[in-house]
C-alpha cells in the first residue's frame, strides 16, 4: 500500500496560559484517512493543542499548515471552512431540539440569500433532514433526523455531533476522550464508525487515555507530556506498559495489588429500594444489598440499569418511592445530601460539572465544599483563611492536581485534573461510607494506580466502599464482592474471586444465574 499523504501539520504550536506553558514547541502531522491517537497525562496540554487546531484558542507561536496553504484559525468558523470539525467531550447539543434543528444551528447562514420567512427555510429543514439521512447511512451511524436529542442515548448524541461534522464536510475530525462516557458496546460502535470514516478518505485524531483502545485502533500514536511532545510511535511498535511509562515518565503498575477484605460491621442497608427516573419510569426495581465496613462492594451493568438512579437515591440527590436507607444505622430515606454527608458518606459523583464542583470557585473551595463550616476551616462562622490554604496545598501535592495555584477557578484545570480535585475531596474527609460513581473517568493510568490505592487504603482503614464502574477491569479488580444489576434489579452478588469476567458478561446481559450465591 502506498504512503498516506500528509494533510495537515502543526509546527512550533506554543500556548501560555497564566502560570502554565500549555504547548511548548508542539509539533504535530496528520495523514490522510489516518487515526492518530494523541495521548499524554492529565493537563499534558492534549486539549489544548486540538483547541487551537480548531481555531477556538490562538497560538502565541508556530504555524498551521493543510498541504502548501498556511492557516489562519481565529475561529471555529475558519477550522470548519478548511474541513476540520470537532467532538467535545462534553457535547454543545440543545437537548430540546431535534437532530436536524441542531445539526442546522450555526450553519443557517449557508442559506442568507432566503429571506426569513421565505418558504425556503421550510424547504431547507427537510433537505437538511434529508443529507442527515444520506450521511447517517453512507456511514452506519443509525441518527433520526427527527430524534429530540435530549431523549437519546450519550452514544447516539457524540454519532450527532459527528454527522454535525460531516454535514459541514469536515475532512479532519478531532474526538477528545470520545469514550470516556460510553459503554464498552458503544465505544465498539463508534471504532466501526470511525473505521468507515477513515475508508472514505476523512482524517481522525483520537484523544482517549484508554491504552488498549489506542492499540486496538490507531495508526500512529502521539505522546505529550508537560505541553511537550514526547515522541510518535505504532501500535506494532509499542505496548501498553511503555505507552504508560512515555506518559507519565516512570513506570506505571497496571495491575491494581490488594490483600483479602476483612469486613465488620455493616455500614450501607439497602431494603427494598425503589426509585423512578426523570421521566418518571421505575428505573431500580426493588433493590436489596448491604455493604459492610472494610469491604468494597462493585456494582457490574450495562449503563442505563438503574445504577445513576441508585446511586442518586443513596446519596439523598433523588427521592425514593419506597425501601429503606440505613447508613450507620441511621434511617436515612427521603433525606437531604447533606444529611447524607454529614451520617459519613462521601461521594464522587457520575458527573463532574453537574454534582462535583463549583467550575467557577477556586480550587481551594471547591476542596472544602462539604465542610466549610466546620473546624479547622470555619471557627465561629468564620473562614479559617490559613487552615483552606493548607488542607489545598496538602491534597494538590498529594493527589498531582496539575495547577499554578490552589486559587485559580476549578473550571480552568484540564478535565482530568477537575476530577481529581472531587477524588481529593471526598477521599480525604474523615467517613464511614465511599460512594464511588466512575471515580477514575477521564484520569490518565497514573492517576488511576494512585486512586485505586488509595480506595484500597480506606478499605483497609475499615471504611466501607461502593464502586460503580463501567469499566469491568476497574470492577474485577477492586472490588471484593461484586453485584450485578439488570433492569433495576440485582441479578445476583458474588465473590470476585468466584468469578470469570465472561460470566459477568452474561449476566450483565441479562442471564439468569443458576444459584445465588
Ligand atoms: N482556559 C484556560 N485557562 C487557564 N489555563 C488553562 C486553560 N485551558 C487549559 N489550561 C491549562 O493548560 C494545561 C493543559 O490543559 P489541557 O486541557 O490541554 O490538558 P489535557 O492534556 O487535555 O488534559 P486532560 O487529560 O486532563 O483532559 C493545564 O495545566 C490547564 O490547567
Ligand atoms: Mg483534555
Partial sequence: MAEKSLTLEMRGITKNFPGVLANDQVDFDLREGEIHAL????????????????????????????????????SPRDAIR?????????????????????????????HRAAPNDSPLVRLDRREVARRVQQLSQEYGLEVDPKAIVGDLPVGVQQRVEIVKALYRQARILILDEPTAVLTPQEADDLFRI???????GVSVIFITHKLKEVLAIADRITVMRGGKVVGTTTPQETNENQLAAMMVGREVILKVEKSPAHPTSQVLEVDHLHVRDVRGLEAVRGISFNVRAGEILGIAGVQGNGQTEL????????RCESGTIKLQNHDLTGK????????????????????GLVLSYTIADNLVLCDYYKPPFGLRGVIQQQSLDSHARQLIQDFDIRTPSPYIATGKLSGGNQQKVIVARELSR?????????PTRGL????????????????????????????????????????????????????????????????????QPETTA
Fill in 39 to 74: 495521548l499524554g497525562e492529565n493537563g499534558a496540554g492534549k486539549s489544548t493543542l486540538m483547541n487551537i487546531l480548531y481555531g477556538l484558542y490562538q497560538a502565541e507561536a508556530g504555524e498551521i499548515k493543510i498541504g502548501t496553504e498556511a492557516l489562519h484559525l481565529d
Fill in 336 to 355: 437531604t445530601p447533606r444529611a447524607f454527608t454529614e451520617t459519613g458518606l462521601a461521594h464522587i459523583p457520575e458527573d463532574r460539572q453537574r454534582h
Fill in 311 to 318: 446511586v442518586e437515591a443513596l446519596t439523598g440527590l433523588r
Fill in 194 to 200: 470511525v473505521h468507515k470514516l477513515t475508508q472514505r
Fill in 430 to 438: 474523615p467517613v464511614q461510607l465511599v460512594i464511588a460513581n466512575q
Fill in 82 to 110: 478548511h474541513g476540520i470539525g470537532m467532538v467535545h467531550q462534553h457535547f454543545m447539543l440543545i437537548p430540546v431540539f431535534s437532530v436536524t434543528e441542531n445539526i442546522m444551528l450555526g450553519a443557517e447562514t449557508d
Fill in 444 to 511: 490518565d493510568v497514573g492517576s488511576i494506580e494512585y486512586i485505586h490505592k488509595e480506595i484500597i487504603a480506606m478499605r483497609d482503614r475499615g471504611v466501607a466502599v461502593l464502586l460503580v464502574s463501567a469499566e469491568l477491569d476497574e470492577i474485577m479488580s477492586l472490588a471484593d464482592r461484586i453485584a450485578v444489576i439488570y433492569h433495576g434489579q440485582l441479578v445476583t452478588t458474588v465473590n470476585t474471586t468466584a468469578v470469570t469476567r465472561e460470566q459477568l458478561g452474561l449476566w450483565m446481559a441479562g442471564a
